[in-house]
């Protein structure tokens, strides 16, 4: 028999209430409290814009919520919680190619030992030997995205971009990163088609860059290094190689100009160091070594 056409779209109504329902009456007789459409736009307005005022002078500046990012964000929010960290993104969504594993597949691999930080965050996963694999990398970054936000010390506006470099140069005439020049994403992808829409900025002793290889907007505070001529050139990332890729991107985090720090995949770019495709140890250890060195360039 051919199913009759309903156009009854109303919810279905059930009259025992469950023990995780969060409305009492499903029954028609459901009510909001009153609310103006001013007291909502006020809401918003006043808090983001209380925050840009509050986080234009900074304590570190985190360019980009990729997996390397939020690792360092997570780690330095969590041994330094008087610091004011703030992460800078541009995308809509946070989380940088960490919603997937590889080649879209939901599955991601992370290997030991870095497999101490999802014990840290609570992620499951199964134990492969020298890696596990957590079964949707989803899991790792919206647990990873959502302990960053809950941390007090920690701000992230996404859908603004990173367009410049702020570089102040000493005494001596030594340059010294000390800040970015931001805008929303829509104006920095809008440049060519308007008039100048002049940007804003956020100065911070500490610049973290964690933007990925070279992409849309990826390796930007690598490329923007040569062209400001603090960088002589881009090593540009070489082949794929899993065993000599993660620990050279480890091993080389570090500050690359005074007040500049590389993270993740973005150093790949200005050493001109192997990838090593979907497998995200690198990222995690690269972003929890930028925190330390973060942290110990404060202390100096
Ligand atoms: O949107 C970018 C992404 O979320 C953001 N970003 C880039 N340029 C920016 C700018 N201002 C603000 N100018 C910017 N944000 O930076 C984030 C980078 O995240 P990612 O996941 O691309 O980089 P990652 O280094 O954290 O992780 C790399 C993961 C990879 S790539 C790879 C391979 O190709 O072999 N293997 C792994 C594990």
């Known amino acids: 028999m051919t199913p009759v056409p309903t156009t009854d779209t109303s919810p279905v109504v059930s009259n025992t209430t469950h023990k995780y329902d969060v409305l009492e009456d499903y029954d028609g007789h459901y009510r ?3 609310i103006e459409e001013s007291q909502v736009s006020r809401a918003m307005i006043k808090r983001y814009f209380n925050t840009m005022y509050e986080r234009a002078i900074s304590d570190v500046v985190i360019v ?3 997996s390397a990012g939020l690792t360092c964000a997570w780690y330095l929010a969590h041994t330094r919680p008087e610091l004011k960290i703030t992460i800078i993104e541009a995308n809509v969504a946070p989380g940088g190619g ?3 594993g590889g080649q879209l597949m939901s599955p991601m691999v992370i ?12 992620v499951p996963y199964e134990d492969e030997g020298a890696f596990v694999v957590v079964k949707h990398a989803a899991l790792f970054t919206s647990t990873l995205l959502s302990q960053v936000l809950a941390m007090p010390n920690v701000v992230l506006m996404n859908a603004t971009a990173v367009e410049d470099l702020i570089i102040h140069q000493d ?6 990163v000390a800040g970015v020049v931001t805008n929303w994403t829509l104006v920095a992808l809008n440049h060519d088609t308007q008039s100048c829409m002049d940007p804003n900025t956020i100065t911070a002793p500490i610049i973290v860059s964690a933007t990925g290889h070279d992409g849309p907007m ?3 505070s690598a ?3 040569v062209s400001a001529g603090l960088t002589k050139e881009l090593g540009n990332m070489r082949g794929l190689d899993m065993n ?3 620990p050279a991107i480890v091993n080389n985090t570090r500050e690359v100009v005074p007040g500049l720090i590389f993270t993740g995949m973005e150093l790949s770019e200005h050493d001109g160091s192997n990838r090593m495709g979907p497998t995200f140890g690198a990222m995690i250890a690269s972003g929890i070594k930028a925190a330390h060195v973060a942290s110990k360039i404060l202390d100096s």
């Open 32 to 34: 909001f409290a009153p």
């Open 64 to 66: 980009g919520a990729g």
């Open 98 to 100: 960490a919603w997937l």
């Open 111 to 122: 290997r030991k030992p870095a497999d101490g930080f999802l014990r840290q965050l609570g």
């Open 171 to 176: 005494f001596r005439g030594l340059q010294r």
């Open 218 to 220: 990826g390796a930007f």
């Open 223 to 225: 490329k923007r290094l």
């Open 244 to 246: 000599r890729a993660e």
